[in-house]
């Protein structure tokens, strides 16, 4: 019994720090909302791909390549990371190379795709909850630049639905999230 408290000790992880402090505790806290024991090692090693004072508005879950990563919506692009025992994968895509998010879901989870200049990529079971919000976020995105069309209550309702949700998984700061239901109220 000694011996095997030794060497848990001696392989115990050394923890290391994050280059990304404020991100920290957002992410942990929507990591143990969306994510399988499995994906949470990418989630918690997610902030070594942003760049400085970038952050993540969503996460989501999906299959895509060769297995479950994550989607990280942050204000710049969207991230997909996966973060495996002897593989990294990081794909991203700028929001201006983003021409269209298609969202088709089923009964619990459902298909993301998002056309890009770079072509057609889709996610695969996306838990249809995250899979709505991410592509409404994004669609909301992509519209900001443009001339936005009559935006109908249904898209402002899950819109605000999805911030009280990033509010309340400690996603998002009080302060960001006051800001952000300011401006999706302005676009009213």
Same mark, same amino acid.
């Not at 879950?61 to 060769?66: A, E, L, P």
């Not at 990280?72 to 025992?85: K, N």
């Not at 909301?140 to 249904?154: C, D, F, I, K, Y």
């Given at each position: ?10 392989? +115990? ?14 992410? $942990? +806290?929507? %990591?143990?909302?969306?994510? $399988?024991?499995?994906?949470?090692? %990418? ?24 297995? @479950?990563?994550?989607?990280?919506? @942050?204000?710049?692009? #969207? ?32 298909? #993301? ?33 443009? +001339? ?9 309702? +899950? ?8 509010? %309340?998984?400690? @996603? ?17």
């Amino acid at each position: 019994m000694a011996d095997r408290e030794r060497r848990r000790r001696l392989l +115990a992880p050394v923890p290391r720090a994050w280059p990304h402090a404020a991100v920290r505790t957002r992410v $942990n +806290a929507a %990591a143990l909302r969306i994510a $399988n024991l499995g994906v949470r090692h %990418a989630i918690r090693r997610l902030p070594e791909v942003l760049g400085e004072g970038e952050t993540v508005e969503m996460l989501a879950t999906g299959t895509y390549g060769r297995g @479950t990563r994550v989607l990280a919506l @942050t204000d710049r692009r #969207l991230v997909f990371y996966g973060h495996a025992v002897l593989t990294r994968t990081v794909e991203d895509v700028p929001f201006d190379r983003i021409s269209s998010v298609q969202w088709t879901g089923g009964l619990l989870t459902g298909t #993301l795709a998002v056309v890009s200049a770079g072509g057609r990529t889709e996610i695969r079971q996306v838990p249809r909850d995250q899979g709505t919000a991410l592509a409404d976020l994004l669609g909301q995105r992509l519209t900001t630049g443009a +001339a936005s069309a009559p935006v109908s209550a249904r898209h402002i309702t +899950a819109r605000l639905g999805t911030l009280d949700d990033l509010r %309340a998984s400690g @996603t998002i700061t009080e302060q960001e999230y006051r800001d952000r239901r300011a401006e999706i109220l302005r676009s009213l």
